[in-house]
């Protein structure tokens, strides 16, 4: 080996693979070169239509589907697909992008189609591919479906509020979800242990290779942060320029104490940032003009639906519009028109309740009516870190008490009785570094700047931050911030990484139909280029009164 002309990078790299032993040797095998995988890399694409996804229609992109092994360690155990897509009519390109949108079950090709539409600039000499994940509803590829086990009446959510529950609730449904997941299991056990971050990377080396690229960019969003992240990781040298938007914490990858902080995250942006965007904005909301009034209102809705005063609306209906609050893209197609419905509803007028409860069907699906799920994401949480929620019962009950816009999906250990060691490869995140642009919003209730920052701090200056100071929302890319996307997309496009972190100044909060005059800040205030302390997520002071 020719080690002069290695790069500094791939240098640092190869020593470190070779002194990280076993959990970094996955790293320098990608199986192209084995027999057994041959018929993975040599397999051609065929590109066709796409089907419609939450957010696109489709019509400006191609999809296809990418035979890949259900197990990248054993591919005697069978095969499945993943769906990709691409521009109908890409510019021209000498590089490869691939997506992935997050979710975890969400569609890279709707995600790819909105980034070549919101972000033109992504596709100056890249071919942008939209890269699903194992298992996804929403998209291409192979799936599978759970029935749910029968109810007993008990679970936490059956008198449809689940910011309600008692201790005997809670465990009745920790049953309830271990006897459904354990019926999974075994009718789909080879699919569902494969569905691993690991994996996941292993896959989107494959989609690298069989497009023809020797090597490719990565662009993650949200939960994509960690697919990507890892990726870096794994394949040093395939992957070159990748950026992270809106960060999970993927220096130590955890998905429930990711879900726990996102929480407390989610419910202090609500408090400070956009209960005071409904009070600017009553007249699309019509829930009153100051914050005080604004809650005093969704009390009332919440009330009202926990005493059946708003027909079939349940508590869990209402608070379920609060759950798209974190991404402005829904707030004019979601958020204010079934607060809005609900809140003119409080007349009792029966078309007033009629439209609340039509409005109240589409924004939240009733777990007391669900007859199967989709067992994708729960299996890639579980099978990469298992259980590692250390609260108790009583614990989690206080914590909704305060975190109640979304603190009732930590209620449940789905990973309790979860029957396959972490797939995360604990050493390989101890022994390398992740080299990527960072990408956060400081109020981000999604995926929080805490975990964000330790990403940063621990990885040192391989990974260096673009901070937008006091936004609120999650996901840069959907943002029309120029300094964001001019270092962003800067990146992507010429290889030039910032000399150091660099923090952008958020624009007022607003969505298609609405638009704030000022910024605020509730968080520790940013001077220069240096990066503040996350914001303190006990001043949560406003409760929900059952």
């Given at each position: 080996?020719?080690f ?11 020593i ?13 095998d990608?199986h ?57 009519d ?11 949108a ?5 569609s ?22 939209g890269?699903?994940l ?6 291409l ?39 459904s ?143 798209g ?151 840069a890319?959907?943002d ?59 001043q ?7």
């Amino acid at each position: 080996m020719n080690f002069p002309a290695l790069s500094a990078r791939k240098l640092v790299v190869l020593i470190g693979l070779v002194f990280s032993g076993l959990a970094s040797a996955h790293g320098v095998d990608d199986h192209s070169g084995d027999p057994a995988y041959a018929r993975y890399y040599q397999q051609s694409v065929n590109w066709g239509a796409c089907p419609p996804s939450l957010f696109t229609d489709g019509s400006t992109i191609q999809c296809a589907l990418v035979t890949v092994p259900v197990d990248w360690a054993d591919p005697s155990q069978g095969d499945i697909a993943i769906g990709i897509s691409r521009p109908l009519d890409p510019p021209p390109y000498t590089r490869l992008l691939l997506v992935n949108a997050g979710g975890p079950d969400n569609s890279s090709a709707s995600m790819a189609e909105m980034l070549e539409q919101w972000q033109p600039q992504v596709q100056v000499d890249h071919l942008v591919v939209g890269v699903d994940l194992r298992g996804i509803t929403d998209g291409l590829g192979t799936q599978v479906s759970c029935e749910y086990a029968q109810r007993s009446g008990a679970e936490n959510f059956m008198d449809g509020d689940s910011r309600n529950p008692t201790p005997r609730s809670v465990q009745a449904q920790q049953d309830w979800w271990n006897r459904s997941i354990s019926a999974c299991l075994q009718q789909h056990a080879t699919f569902l242990k494969g569905i691993t971050t690991p994996n996941h990377a292993r896959d989107l080396n494959l989609v690298r290779a069989v497009l023809g690229f020797q090597h490719a960019d990565l662009l993650g969003v949200s939960s994509g942060t960690s697919l990507m992240a890892y990726a870096d990781r794994l394949f040093p040298d395939r992957f070159e320029r990748v950026a992270l938007d809106s960060n999970m914490n993927w220096l130590h990858l955890d998905w429930q104490r990711q879900a726990v902080h996102r929480a407390s995250m989610d419910q202090l942006n609500l408090q400070q940032a956009f209960i005071p965007f409904m009070a600017r904005h009553d007249e699309q909301f019509h829930m009153g003009t100051t914050p005080h009034q604004v809650m005093t209102t969704f009390q009332r809705i919440y009330q009202a639906a926990s005493e059946h005063r708003m027909g079939s609306v349940t508590p869990d209906q209402a608070l379920g519009s609060l759950e798209g609050t974190g991404m402005w893209i829904f707030w004019d197609l979601l958020v204010s028109p079934s607060l809005s419905a609900m809140s003119t509803a409080l007349d009792g007028d029966p078309a007033h309740v009629a439209y609340a409860e039509q409005m109240a069907a589409m924004t939240f699906a009733d777990l007391r009516n669900l007859p199967s799920f989709n067992p994708m994401a729960d299996a890639l949480q579980c099978n990469d870190s298992g259980s590692t929620d250390p609260r108790s019962i009583a614990q989690k009950i206080r914590d909704v008490r305060t975190d109640w816009a979304v603190g009732a999906s930590t209620l449940v250990d789905k990973c309790q009785q979860w029957p396959w060691r972490p797939a995360l490869d604990r050493r390989l995140e101890s022994n390398t570094r992740v080299h990527a642009l960072m990408v956060q919003h400081e109020f981000d209730p999604s995926t929080p700047y805490a975990g964000a920052l330790k990403d940063r701090r621990e990885n040192g200056h391989a990974a260096p931050m673009v901070l937008v100071n006091n936004a609120t929302t999650h996901g840069a890319m959907f943002d029309d911030n120029a300094c964001t996307t001019d270092a962003e997309f800067g990146y992507l496009n010429s290889g030039v990484m910032p000399a150091r972190d660099l923090v952008c100044q958020a624009g007022p909060m607003h969505s298609f139909a609405m638009r704030d005059d000022a910024t605020y800040e509730y968080g520790h205030p940013a001077a220069g280029w240096w990066l503040p302390p996350p914001p303190n997520v006990h001043q949560v002071s406003w409760l929900l009164v059952p």
